[in-house]
């Protein structure tokens, strides 16, 4: 498909850049270290205990500095700056975008519509933690009296990923009751969650925005039904609770006016976990803990606002994945964090990620040149043992972005296993940077007995070509303010990313065909309405669906 070959078109960069990255790309990563004995300390950022490592990359001075004109063209700080005074910025649907006002405090001053907000956040905060710590102590009884020991969370996208990557990530906080995610309209995953719960200490939080999404309501209806079955129509209002921004669609379930949480249309799905979204986890780890979550994610809103662009972390963050992206066209980032707790992490990025950034249209309705990379991931050090074989070897270069903790949760007789991800997080991204030649193959073959020839037929195999980017991102240990201030680095780096592009990140039209089509197709799927005059494959799937279920 052609597209505009504008060199002032968002994604395009023929200019300075491209030239830039030719020469960079022919130079290699090896060199820049070889030259400059203080490139770590020149390419890398920090914001207290969060460091961010981008020496591994083939970026030098010029090439920095001429992305970072590029932020100035592109007009970053403006939008910056217009997200966090309330500007209706997300134009497609004339929203403001400001889930950064709820992690703020008073004094920041934050306005929607030019209206205060920050008192009505606080309530809601407050509500959440009232509920939440009488839930915790047992307050809030069952409809057999007894204390909650299971909270079950449905919702999907922003009104899932969130509160359970978070959970998970905080699991040596998690000190009060179960927290389980029920999230795909798959029946499995409702059944298998309830089948081990108790209904008598058992809340069932519907978590939705809209409180429409057909998975969610759909879970909502079963799990409804499995506790009316087991204690009758008065446990709804005993033992659900609801988060969402339509409050009258809560009332008509039957949710109890005190067991709703609201937030505002000012807050995406996927930037969400700062809101009632995060009920869950505030359940799981408390008000206070929570508040010390919402404070690590303010000082990197602090840090964006304020910071120098060329010292600025996610203005860094995201200018290194534009230069991967747009420049250099790698079409995919892999998230690696080497922290089995934030196995959730690389799947909440693809959504704040994707859906943000993958839009084919600019925010002036013409076709961009380039819009966000796939992203993907799984822990470390489990990957090694996977796929990063075609990190090492493969034909496409993907750009690598490890998260490590330089401390673990763990006690002292297990510093074994902490010694051994750090180093092996390490390892991987020297591995990558540094490659292994031929006759260094050889070499190794030859010193461990092979003979010439065999070591001849063999080394080409053996050859790492090495001078593949990555990244890194180190803080001292994944307490509460930690994982605050990685989610809205990557959010912000999301934001910058976007104004590159030139794309809106806060809507997702994108979304919407599949869902439509999906309704239409239910009752072709029961065999109310017949298969119509649809395209050959999916009549064909629809006939051998059918006769496998027997009509
Ligand atoms: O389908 C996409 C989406 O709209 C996401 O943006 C959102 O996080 C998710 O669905 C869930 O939406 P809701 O919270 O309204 O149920």
């Not at 939705?208 to 209806?221: G, H, P, R, V, Y």
């Not at 408390?286 to 000082?299: M, Y």
């Not at 763990?410 to 292994?436: F, I, V, Y």
């Amino acid at each position: 498909m052609s597209q505009p070959n504008n060199q002032n078109t968002p994604g395009n960069e023929s200019g300075e850049l491209s030239t830039l990255a030719a020469t960079a790309l022919s130079r290699g990563i090896r060199h820049l270290f070889a030259d400059d004995a203080e490139r770590f300390a020149g390419f890398s950022a920090r914001l207290g205990d969060l460091v961010l490592d981008y020496s591994k990359t083939a970026i030098d001075a010029r090439a920095r500095s001429a992305l970072l004109d590029l932020a100035r063209t592109r007009g970053i700080e403006a939008r910056r700056d217009a997200m966090f005074a309330g500007e209706r910025i997300n134009a497609t649907e004339d929203r403001s975008v400001l889930h950064v006002a709820l992690r703020g405090e008073p004094k920041d001053g934050y306005r929607a519509d030019g209206e205060p907000i920050s008192g009505a956040i606080e309530d809601v905060l407050r509500a959440m933690g009232a509920f939440a710590e009488r839930i915790r102590n047992g307050e809030v009884r069952g409809a057999h009296d007894g204390a909650i020991t299971d909270v079950v969370n449905i919702g999907i996208g922003g009104s899932d990923l969130g509160p359970a990557m978070a959970t998970l990530a905080l699991a040596p906080y998690h000190d009060g009751p179960r927290i389980h995610f029920v999230s795909n309209v798959d029946g499995s995953h409702i059944a298998d969650t309830l089948k081990n719960l108790d209904p008598a200490t058992t809340l069932i939080i519907v978590a939705s925005k809209t409180f429409t999404t057909i998975e969610t309501m759909t879970n909502a209806d079963t799990a409804r039904r499995w506790l009316v079955a087991a204690l009758g129509e008065a446990a709804v209002a005993e033992q659900f609770a609801a988060v969402s921004t339509a409050l009258d669609k809560v009332a008509s379930f039957g949710i109890a006016e005190d067991r709703v949480f609201g937030f505002w249309d000012w807050v995406g799905g996927r930037y969400s976990i700062w809101s009632a979204i995060g009920l869950p986890l505030m359940i799981a780890i408390g008000a206070q803990r929570f508040r010390e979550f919402l404070a690590g994610a303010r000082d990197v809103d602090q840090h964006f606002k304020t910071a120098p662009l060329g010292e600025n972390l996610p203005v860094l963050l995201g200018l290194v994945g534009y230069w991967h992206r747009a420049i250099c066209r790698y079409p995919t980032r892999a998230i690696i964090p080497y922290d089995q707790r934030l196995a959730r992490f690389p799947a909440y990025l693809q959504q704040l990620d994707m859906e943000s950034n993958g839009k084919r249209v600019g925010l002036d309705g013409q076709p961009v040149a380039v819009s966000g990379p796939v992203v993907w991931g799984e822990p470390g050090t489990n990957g090694q043992h996977a796929f990063f074989q075609l990190l090492h070897q493969g034909t496409d270069v993907v750009p690598v972005e490890f998260l490590v903790g330089a401390r673990s949760h763990e006690p002292s007789d297990m510093q074994t296993h902490q010694d051994l991800l750090l180093a092996n997080c390490l390892a991987q991204s020297e591995a990558l940077m540094r490659g292994r030649t031929l006759d260094e193959a050889r070499e190794q073959l030859v010193a461990t007995g092979r003979s010439e020839a065999e070591a001849e037929r063999i080394a080409p195999h053996r050859v790492f070509p090495g001078e593949r980017p990555s990244l890194t991102i180190l803080y001292r240990q994944l307490d509460p303010a930690t994982l605050g201030r990685l989610i809205a680095l990557y959010e912000h780096r999301v934001f910058v990313e976007a104004q590159l592009y030139g794309i809106n990140a806060f809507d997702q039209w994108g979304v919407e065909l599949g869902k439509e089509l999906a309704m239409k197709l239910v009752p072709v799927v029961t065999g109310d309405e017949e298969v119509g005059d649809r395209d050959g494959s999916t009549s064909g799937l629809i006939a051998a669906i059918r006769t496998m279920r027997g009509f």
